[in-house]
């Protein structure tokens, strides 16, 4: 089983989120996010993470809105590889969904315009606690597989006994390192390194879109 992380690893959007979350601790006074330190405080739930950063409780459901306000007026672009692996896993016979953070409507709406190709046999949106989740899709299989952008995703999933797979834009990078520290048995540069890294076992038919 091969579960995916959608923004920042099947649709590139890492720096958008990081854009629109500045835009938001901006408006506030708040200092900005550079790209490692994103990557290595960024966890959810999200409204935890705005206390965190500074943002009073009751002013978090907003800021939340308008971080996704902001995102809704951002393009994506898949990742990389995104389509051609993704494709590859399906044919020999891996069972893959999607767990991610992202509404089912944003989701929805990536898989129509990106046309990305329809092999999901789940898809978990809106999710708040990525580890109670990952716990609850964790298969009897042998081998369960995670694959993000994230730290906390690394931190999650090698809780939750998957191996964690961090996609990062290069090896060299402080993101990179990231990945590493918080959990990530392998770090990739794009997602058509992903294939080689997969055992497929336990396949599975019926695939499911949002």
């Known amino acids: 089983m091969v579960l995916f992380d959608w923004n920042g690893t099947i649709v590139v959007d890492a720096d958008h989120a990081r854009a629109a979350l500045n835009l938001v601790l901006g408006r506030r006074g708040l200092p900005a996010f550079g790209e490692a330190e994103f990557s290595m405080r960024f966890r959810l739930p999200f409204s935890e993470l705005l206390g965190r950063l500074g943002i ?10 308008e971080w996704n306000t902001e995102l809704s ?10 389509p051609e692996c993704l494709v590859s896993l399906a044919q020999d016979g891996a069972w893959l969904g999607v ?13 129509r315009s990106l046309a990305v190709p329809p092999v999901f046999h789940m898809v978990d949106a809106s999710i708040d606690d990525k580890f109670e989740a990952l716990l609850r ?16 995703d690394m931190r999650c999933a090698s809780a939750a006994d998957y ?26 540069s794009s997602l058509d390194e992903l294939v080689g890294l ?9 695939v499911a879109q949002v």
Request: contains cysteine; aromatic residues 4%; charged residues 25%.
């Open 99 to 111: 767990l991610s953070a992202s509404s089912a409507a944003a989701v929805r709406f990536d898989q």
């Open 163 to 188: 191996i964690a797979v961090g996609v990062s834009p290069g090896f060299a990078d402080e993101s990179a390192r990231l990945l590493r520290a918080a959990g990530a048995a392998h770090v990739i």
């Open 73 to 82: 007026t951002m393009r994506t672009r898949l990742c990389p590889g995104a």
């Open 137 to 152: 899709h964790r298969p009897t299989r042998t081998r369960a597989y995670y694959v993000g952008d994230s730290a906390d």
């Open 198 to 206: 997969i055992q497929v076992d336990d396949p599975v038919g019926s």
């Open 56 to 65: 009073e409780a009751d002013d978090r459901p907003a800021a939340e809105e």
